[in-house]
């Protein structure tokens, strides 16, 4: 099947999944959310007044029309005015994507590439007391709570030694960098652990299959085995894990945004939750659901490039 | 080992990047923190501190709080003077200051912001009784100027609402007076003028900028912000074209130094505002401390560190050149009784409670010793607390409180509690509240007094409260404004549940002087009027006093004229910066 053909039809297939978490996102804010007119109007409401506002949010329509709203903003991108702070929704996400996109992506970038690279050498090494001590180094650090990481990181770093600005963020290159280093190092010590395990799991899982006798058989090095051979059949979970994480990180980091003061879109997703605004919450909640999909079929796209085995069907 | 240790040290004193973009040492900045996002910058919208203290740097009203005087007194701002009040207290008139400009702002012709007259109040009180924008200060104006609620109810269910029709309670006399007609005498409406809500804003900047009016705001104040922007940091610039305006020369007794001092300085005295949005307590308390903020309120988990027992600085922070300030909020804490209750209109019964609650070790329990023990219900800072006043029912813990209290118990009826049924204590379903209440319950029995305590929560206990469902609860009230009514009128019999008074103390004489007070403006006779009040509710003990809690600053030495004030609304016009002082200090930090 032609590639384009395909590309088409998976994102035909994004319709009915569009509908679909629309349609769960309306039943739980229809459900849990609080009364809206209570968040826009504060304290002094009066009954006049949550009448009129019910009224102009459009509340007392039928809740088809309601839901045509959401189904409407998941392809428009239209998500309307915060009920908290009254901006523009889609402004806010702009302003925060940024921030956000600069902490986030280096962060991940080099978690993964120091990932893929120690379990790449330690399962070159594998058995060794390099191996376990990486290991027992990966458990260990996955076991102190981010939390400590940052609250540490910011005591010491920035604040006794003065490496690293404690908080804040300045918008455009290079500015923003002094504000991003500490958090993104934190970041990289927090995902490296995890990823160096599941990578290297997978890692041992091909070495120990097959092929990879033969290879040796054949006489090939160690380094071919591991760089041609083990790398290359190992692609297919590495995109898994690493192109299915992007959507989560256009979500931001919501603690260390929170810490850093870096006014990315965790922060605003964390505010938006703390004051119940709605709007903001469904637009969020439908960029990461629009985003996941169309990441998930990049990802079916890259598998038939790093595995010809994979047919597009 | 030793190879390592060397470049290390040396880097430790260095920062790895020094490409960030850093103030001008020689330029006046004011480095302040919030600790919450900024909602917008339109004075309708303003309802909580942060919006309202980001807006009042750029809109001005017709009054402001004096900045060095307590109690808080009201003064002109962008008002030639304090209005003229007809002899009905009904009608203020208000001559508006002449040659006051609004910023320089695309929306004017020519860039050039005009020239602020009486019209543009009429138009902001409209815009904030304006149906369609469902402005947030609605309630401060709500049923008080005349003809203001029909012309709102009018236009709710207008295509488009009429700003062109006159209204009898806020109307331009001409192009510098403006009259506020109000439909009953309140002569607390005058600090709604002080309110961010009913500050001046201009029409053709709100139809030029329509629904993006909240990010460009065009005043009169003494700081510009070109865009507001949701993000980390908002920076203020100041306005070229401000009016001449003179730091005060009139001061409190503890201020004086401050107005002898920068007396008649032309207003502001710094060139720029820089807000720093810092939503975490160790960051700020870590910014502050590497002087990157100029003062913050001391957050929880560091108040030990920084403030010792005996509520004084900690020295490592004192010889940084750290100050600290503590000043009571407007508030006060307490324990009402349900006075409808035939058992609890026995006021032996109250007072001897009272004297049995030990206020001192409460305040340390809960209140880390910060707050101030209550001697009745009007808190320091405003006309009406009296100074000095001791509550004769007020307990101690001591001995001989709890004697008298056993006494009066037994006068009341009801010897070493005999005879008395267990009473019920509803609070809150916080675990302070619940705290609390167990140690409600474990003062009462030492004069052998029962309580049950019951959690709710807030609207079960507002519910109880309002059907007469309750004997004792535990509850707080902050001012709104800061006049003594605003807490007296707790105790006002008409306003009995489901009103503000939970309490249902009705005591016709202390109505009758609330009812003449309420009417008066603000002179000595109201003040003596306030002050009889005070002492009555002391004496009659309708609630158990709790605290007036207190804030604790702390600030860097180079921050000068810093007062708390519970009014912060435009006040950073009045602060400034001793660059030699911050340049010496920043080495120590």
Known sequence: MNIYAYILRRLLYVIPVILGVCAIIFLIFNVVAPDPALIILGKHATVEQIVEIREQLGLNRSLWLQYFDIVKSAFTFDFGRSWSTKQEIIQMIKAGAIPSATLSFPAFFVSTVLGISISLLVAFYRGSVFDKITVVGCVTSMSVSSLA???????FFAYKLGW?????????FPYFIPYILLPAIIWVMLSVGPDVRFYRTIMLDEIYQDYIRTARAKGLSERVILFKHVLKNTMIPIIT????QIPFLILGALLLESFFSIPGLGSITLNAINSSDFPVIRAMTVLSAVAYIIFSVITDVLYTLVDPRVRLS | MKKFALPILALSRLPLFSCTKKEEANEKVLNLVVGSEVKGMDPIYSNDRYSSNETARVYEGLLEYHYLKRPYQLTPNLAE????????GLTY?????KGVK??????????????LVAEDFVYSIKRLADPKLQGLGWWVIDGKLKGLNEWREKNTSAEKVNYDEVVEGVKALDSHTVQFNLTKPFPQFLYSLAMTFTFATAKEVVEHYGNEFLNHPVGTGPFMLPEF???NRIEYVVNPNYREKKFPCDASEEFEAIAKEYCGKTLPLVKKIVVNIIKEDQPRWLNFQKGNLDYIGIPKDNFDAAVTPTNELATDLSTKGIDLLIQPSLDVTYTAFNLDLDLLKNKKLRQALSLAYDIDTSNKLFYNNRALPAQSLVPPGIAGYIKGYENPYRGHGKEADIAKAKKLLAEAGYPEGKGLKELTYDCPSSTVSRQIGEYTKQQFAQIGVKLKVVQNTWPELQKKIDKRQVELWGIAWGADYPDAENFLQLLYGPNRAPGANGSGYDNPEFNRLYASAAVMQDTPERTALYEKMVRMAAEEMPWIYGVHRQNYVLKHSWLKNYVITDFEAGSEQYLDVDLAAKKTALEKL
């Open chain 1, 164 to 172: 690293f600005e404690i908080s804040g963020y300045d918008y455009g």
């Open chain 2, 229 to 231: 922007k949701q993000t």
């Open chain 1, 149 to 155: 990481y940052i609250l540490f990181g910011q005591w």
């Open chain 2, 81 to 88: 003077a304090m209005p003229e009040v007809s002899n009905n």
């Open chain 2, 93 to 97: 008139t208000f001559k508006v200051k």
């Open chain 1, 241 to 244: 894990y690493v192109v299915i």
């Open chain 2, 102 to 115: 609004f910023h320089d702002d695309k929306a004017f012709p020519g860039g050039k912001g005009r020239e």
